[in-house]
T-cell receptor, first 110, second 116 residues
Framework: GQQLNQSPQSMFIQEGEDVSMNCTSSSIFNTWLWYKQDPGEGPVLLIALYKAGELTSNGRLTAQFGITRKDSFLNISASIPSDVGIYFCAGPPRGNQFYFGTGTSLTVIP | DSGVTQTPKHLITATGQRVTLRCSPR?????VYWYQQSLDQGLQFLIQYYNGEERAKGNILERFSAQQFPDLHSELNLSSLELGDSALYFC???????????????FGPGTRLTVL
């Protein structure tokens, strides 16, 4: 079945550092979404991408829709402690299934 | 606050029991989705309802069922509970605009189910 693989699985970084993570799919997507989940909370939508090559920013976050349409990237600049959480990518439904990525856990060390 | 509400926030029950989780979508959203999140499984899609009708089905066990009522709130029923059913259960809603193949989903705070 459809699988969205995220890497890295986890990251430990110093406050102020930039962060990069990515998500890859085994098939072509026409939508990519990035969510963040704080511990014990529901995922919150960060950025939505609808066009191959699209680059979209939301504050210190920037996401890109890969030109192959099989991947997407999320960058966080100048990380702060509240960036801690799990970041998920998600794509459009395939055969009436909705898929989320495996997640990247981010820890920011003050 | 996403506008999606879920009750209860926590639920502790015993194996073999049946529970009902409730979700109220954002005002105006017609679609409701249910997800299960276990420690080692990530977010697993269970089922989607759109305006009262089942629209899509994921990895939902036969012991689980859901429905969406005329006022658009939804309930997820879990029966014959097993230890492995312990997880966070999330509800999400989206507007499902006509002509849009995928709508952004807005998640509730979740219900943490513990089966002892």
């Amino acid at each position: 079945g459809q699988q969205l693989n995220q890497s890295p699985q986890s990251m430990f970084i110093q406050e102020g550092e930039d962060v990069s993570m990515n998500c890859t799919s085994s098939s072509i997507f026409n939508t990519w979404l990035w969510y963040k989940q704080d511990p014990g909370e529901g995922p919150v939508l960060l950025i939505a991408l609808y066009k191959a090559g699209e680059l979209t920013s939301n504050g210190r976050l920037t996401a890109q829709f890969g030109i192959t349409r099989k991947d997407s990237f999320l960058n966080i600049s100048a990380s702060i402690p509240s960036d801690v959480g799990i970041y998920f990518c998600a794509g459009p439904p395939r055969g009436n299934q909705f898929y989320f990525g495996t997640g990247t856990s981010l820890t920011v060390i003050p | 606050d996403s506008g999606v509400t879920q009750t209860p926030k926590h639920l502790i029950t015993a194996t073999g029991q049946r529970v009902t989780l409730r979700c109220s979508p954002r005002s105006g959203d017609l679609s409701v989705y249910w997800y299960q999140q276990s420690l080692d499984q990530g977010l697993q899609f269970l089922i989607q309802y759109y305006n009262g009708e089942e629209r899509a089905k994921g990895n939902i066990l036969e012991r689980f069922s859901a429905q969406q009522f005329p006022d658009l709130h939804s309930e997820l029923n879990l029966s014959s509970l097993e230890l492995g059913d312990s997880a966070l259960y999330f509800c999400a809603s989206s507007p499902n605009l006509a002509g849009v193949s995928y709508n952004e989903q807005f998640f509730g705070p979740g219900t943490r189910l513990t089966v002892l």
